[in-house]
């Protein structure tokens, strides 16, 4: 890839797991309940037939990771883990009471924080909580993100008897001054026993997690890791780009010096090299950022195009409904998004009151619907087209003129009714969804509150 591309569109951008993006969103004047009639509706039109998905934010960890971005709680006192599980089962239950008609549950993933942090015997009262008050769709798929240094077999089993059957372990980098840079000490004997474990007791899915632009990481690091990742040959893989947001996340990613982080080209090269070092290891690239093995279901949905992108990242099945539960976690009925309170006291607060814990989100209109289409398209099968009037809008040729650049560059195919991504404008697809992005273009940030887009 030229050097002189990467200079060019390496700029602020947003990661497209939502349209309108979250800054976008209101706060004051979000209308809650609004947003409770659009769910209802959604749920309605959805549940009977292909259920619903359930996020569960287990925000706790027992240390600081200096490049997470994720909302947690750093402590080494587990006594929190009970009166948090009680908080989010009752959360549940005042969705389930509100929306009157038995959810049937297709999805549930447990992110974090480290959910793993909890123990299998907490975790089993959460989804058996969960599960007596819902009905289970047919193929439903339950997963959850592990830390190789404190996920036990005992974990593993426990989740497993309860119908988890995918697993997704941090791994980001082996080079053991990357991981002291930020602070996740983690040997591959580690990742090595938890995935054996994983497969030992029978998980159909296990995925590993891959960052480059890490402090102190290069291109030999980069390599390396694949290498060793390989070894394990997990079943898909997320490789994607540190988000170097100090000025957001504060202290946390303070932990080395902006100069300590890889840059532009050096940057690019970790992701083209290890990109064509992952496919000549029989990984398919889907998506922005994921790769998988042919016998993976993310692999068989991409292909199918019915591959979907939502707050859970790439999921192999679309709901129209997600339930988000936990501090900060997002809803999203597809005609609008919500967010829970981010801080641990005011989510109790708000539940203490038999409150639902929402503090902001966004109703979406007739032209942020059409807009989410076109980015989706672009996340999940890198093209989109305007052949249906619902898909055209006023501002199409303006966009469609601004690509024409993208286009000469060689990142994109612009076709009467639709527009294809290039196979060296995969890496610039945050870019592409830009230029669709009408909230963007009509009202940037003041601030900068965006990574870089490569």
């Given at each position: 890839m030229r050097d002189s591309l990467i200079q060019k569109y390496n700029v602020p951008g947003?990661?497209?797991?939502?349209?309108?993006?979250?800054?976008?969103?209101?706060?004051?004047?979000?209308?809650?309940?609004?947003?409770?009639?659009?769910?209802?509706?959604?749920?309605?039109?959805?549940?009977?037939?292909?259920?619903?998905?359930?996020?569960?934010?287990?925000?706790?960890?027992?240390?600081?990771?200096?490049?997470?971005?994720?909302?947690?709680?750093?402590?080494?006192?587990?006594?929190?883990?009970?009166?948090y599980i009680q908080a989010v089962l009752k959360e549940w239950s005042l969705y389930c009471e509100w929306l009157e008609e038995k959810p049937r549950i297709k999805e549930i993933h447990l992110g974090g924080g480290t959910p793993t942090f909890f123990s299998p015997a907490h975790l089993t009262q959460l989804i058996e909580g969960i599960l007596a008050q819902a009905e289970i769709a047919e193929q439903y798929e339950f997963s959850f993100e592990g830390h190789p240094n404190n996920t036990t077999r005992e974990h593993l089993q426990a989740l497993y008897d309860l119908g988890f059957r995918r697993v997704s372990y941090g791994v980001q980098d082996y080079n053991?001054?990357?991981?002291?840079?930020?602070?996740?000490?983690?040997?591959?004997?580690?990742?090595?026993?938890?995935?054996?474990?994983?497969?030992?007791?029978?998980?159909?899915?296990?995925?590993?997690?891959?960052?480059?632009?890490?402090?102190f990481q290069n291109l030999d690091d980069v390599l390396n890791t694949i290498d060793q990742t390989n070894r394990l040959r997990p079943d898909r893989l997320a490789f994607y780009s540190y988000a170097h947001v100090p000025w957001i996340k504060g202290n946390g990613q303070r932990g080395f010096k902006d100069h300590d982080v890889p840059k532009d080209e050096i940057k690019r090269q970790c992701y083209e090299e290890g990109k064509n070092k992952l496919l000549a290891q029989g990984y398919h690239e889907i998506g922005m950022d994921h790769f998988a093995l042919e016998s993976d279901a993310m692999y068989q949905s991409f292909q199918a195009g019915i591959?979907?992108?939502?707050?859970?990242?790439?999921?192999?099945?679309?709901?129209?409904?997600?339930?988000?539960?936990?501090?900060?976690?997002?809803?999203?009925?597809?005609?609008?998004?919500?967010?829970?309170?981010?801080?641990?006291?005011?989510?109790?607060?708000?539940?203490?009151?038999?409150?639902?814990?929402?503090?902001?989100?966004?109703i979406l209109s007739a032209?942020?619907?059409?807009?989410?289409?076109?980015?989706?398209?672009?996340?999940?099968?890198?093209?989109?087209?305007?052949?249906?009037?619902?898909?055209?809008?006023?501002?199409?040729?303006?966009?469609?003129?601004?690509?024409?650049?993208?286009?000469?560059?060689?990142?994109?195919?612009?076709?009467?009714?639709?527009?294809?991504?290039?196979?060296?404008?995969?890496?610039?697809?945050?870019?592409?969804?830009?230029?669709?992005?009408?909230?963007?273009?009509?009202?940037?940030?003041?601030?900068?509150?965006?990574?870089?887009?490569?």
């Open positions: 947003p990661r497209y797991t939502s349209y309108p993006t979250v800054p976008y969103w209101e706060e004051a004047q979000f209308a809650l309940e609004q947003w409770k009639q659009t769910l209802k509706t959604s749920f309605a039109e959805s549940n009977s037939t292909e259920g619903i998905s359930l996020y569960i934010h287990l925000p706790f960890c027992e240390s600081l990771c200096t490049f997470c971005g994720c909302h947690k709680r750093v402590t080494k006192k587990h006594e929190m883990e009970q009166p053991e001054t990357v991981q002291k840079a930020i602070h996740r000490i983690q040997p591959f004997e580690h990742v090595e026993q938890v995935t054996q474990w994983a497969r030992e007791i029978g998980y159909s899915s296990i995925s590993h997690d891959l960052v480059f632009g890490l402090p591959l979907h992108r939502n707050f859970m990242g790439y999921t192999a099945s679309k709901t129209q409904v997600m339930i988000g539960l936990g501090i900060s976690s997002i809803s999203d009925s597809w005609y609008s998004f919500a967010q829970n309170e981010k801080k641990l006291e005011d989510y109790y607060a708000r539940l203490e009151n038999n409150e639902l814990p929402v503090y902001r989100g966004h032209e942020d619907l059409m807009i989410r289409r076109h980015i989706l398209n672009l996340m999940c099968s890198f093209q989109t087209s305007w052949t249906e009037p619902d898909m055209q809008f006023p501002e199409l040729a303006e966009v469609l003129g601004q690509l024409e650049e993208m286009q000469d560059d060689g990142l994109l195919k612009i076709g009467p009714q639709s527009l294809r991504v290039t196979e060296q404008g995969k890496a610039f697809v945050r870019n592409i969804c830009m230029a669709f992005d009408l909230h963007l273009k009509r009202r940037r940030p003041e601030s900068r509150i965006f990574s870089m887009t490569i």
